[in-house]
Structure formats: structure tokens, C-alpha cells
């Protein structure tokens, strides 16, 4: 508990100096507390601190920590890949669904939202940094497809995400977030609704502010320590 709220003391810190000099306001930047690699407990720990908005890859995992968790009001984040057998699923755990990487798991998603009553919140995923093995729609493909996504009947299409390539020195992912807000912003006339950019881990979430992030999605630099 110590660990984290020292943890989560910094990152707030760092947030706040990067909305200064970058002329935002700190409340325009959403943390959401990946926690994949933690239990239900930590995640008790992480909302007694504050944290309110959490994030997780795997449907399993997310349905398991959501039981345990359910007296909480927490926000749940899907961050995963989205398999297409397992929309239903991810359509009932998450309020916001980042990672929708193509137009099939798009219509997937949407056909479950109507079932189940709801409008799903998306993100589109872009891969930004290009790199074969990632998921997301590459950059030039990105208007076309968000056009698609936004046009299902089942889904609220709200912006982008990203993940910068890994790299030792945080200034390396400036490009990728600079192009994803570049994408945001070309679109605002056609899809006055895509504003949220989910962009910046552990490593890289305060250059990631500086480029305009309104979520960041940071997992170890909140948890580190705290007996992973
Ligand atoms: C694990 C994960 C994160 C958080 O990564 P950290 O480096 O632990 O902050 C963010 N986004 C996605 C999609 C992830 O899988």
C-alpha cells in the first residue's frame, strides 16, 4: 500500500508538471491502472489511493477481478486484443474498450452491444510506430475505418489509442503520440466525437502528456514494488 501510494503520489506529480508546461489542464488526463499483473487486492489498495479507473487485457482475468471486486465503483478498461467468439463477453465487463484493431472485431463488438441493450464506448487502435508484429490499423488506413467503426449502430466511437514501439528513452514514442493526435485532429470536422487519445505506459506516459494524452494506461510504475 505504501509503494503504491508513493508510486501514484509520482506519477500525479509528473502529470501535473507536464500539463504545465505543455498548457493543459490536469483534469483533461485520465490515468487508468493497468492491472494484469496484480490481484483483486492490490486493486483494493489502488482505489483506497484513489484510483478509479482500471484496465485490463484479458477477459478471464477481468471477469474474475470484477466479481471479486463488484462493492467497488470502479470503471472497467478493456486494453487486450478483443477475440471475435469473445465480444459478448467484453461488451458486458468493459465501459470503454480501447483496442478494437479492425472492422470485424467492430461489428463483432456492435451486433453484442445491441443484444445486450448498450452502446458500446470504442477506441480505434492505430499502430502508430508501424511495427509488423502490432496490432492496429495503420495510420493511412485509419480515416476509412474510423468512418466505419463510428457508422455501427452498437458503438460509440470516441478516439484512438496507441502503443509506442519499446525503447530505452521515452523521447523515442513522441513520434507515434504526435501522429496519433495528428489523426485526432484531421478527422474533428467528419467525427466530431473521436476526442480521447489512450496513449503512454510506464514508460513513456509523460512525453505521452505533453503530445496530448487524455487517457494513459500505466500498469508497473503504479505497481512496482508493491510485491509483484
Ligand atoms: C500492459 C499494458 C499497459 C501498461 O504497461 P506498463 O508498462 O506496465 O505501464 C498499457 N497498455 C496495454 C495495451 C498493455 O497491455
Redesign the pocket.
Known amino acids: 500500500m505504501e509503494w503504491i501510494a508513493r508510486n501514484l503520489l509520482r506519477i500525479r506529480d509528473d502529470i501535473e508538471a507536464a500539463c504545465r508546461r505543455s498548457g493543459r489542464d490536469p483534469l483533461s488526463v485520465r490515468l487508468v491502472c493497468?492491472t494484469?499483473s496484480v490481484d483483486a487486492a492490490m486493486i483494493r489498495a489502488a482505489f483506497a489511493l484513489g484510483c478509479r479507473d482500471v484496465g485490463e487485457?484479458r477477459i478471464v482475468d477481468a471477469e474474475k477481478k470484477i466479481a471479486q471486486l463488484a462493492d467497488l465503483p470502479l470503471v472497467w478498461h478493456g486494453?487486450?486484443t478483443i477475440q471475435t467468439n469473445k465480444a459478448g463477453r467484453a461488451v458486458h465487463l468493459f465501459q470503454l474498450i480501447h483496442?478494437v484493431h479492425a472492422v470485424h472485431t467492430a461489428e463483432a463488438l456492435s451486433r453484442a452491444a445491441e443484444r445486450a441493450g448498450k452502446r458500446q464506448e470504442v477506441l480505434l487502435q492505430v499502430n502508430a510506430s508501424r511495427e509488423p508484429q502490432k496490432h492496429g490499423v495503420m495510420p493511412e488506413e485509419v480515416e476509412a475505418v474510423a468512418r466505419a467503426v463510428a457508422a455501427l449502430p452498437g458503438l460509440h466511437l470516441t478516439g484512438l489509442m496507441t502503443?509506442a514501439a519499446l525503447a530505452d528513452d521515452p523521447e523515442e514514442a513522441r513520434p507515434s503520440f504526435r501522429l496519433l493526435r495528428r489523426l485526432r485532429d484531421r478527422m474533428a470536422a467528419q467525427l466530431p466525437d473521436v476526442v480521447e487519445l489512450s496513449m503512454g505506459?510506464?514508460?513513456d506516459y509523460v512525453v505521452a502528456v505533453e503530445e496530448g494524452a487524455t487517457l494513459l494506461?500505466?500498469?508497473?510504475?503504479v505497481f512496482a514494488g508493491a510485491g509483484r
Open positions: 493497468v494484469k487485457n486494453i487486450g483496442s502503443m505506459m510506464s514508460q494506461r500505466i500498469g508497473s510504475a
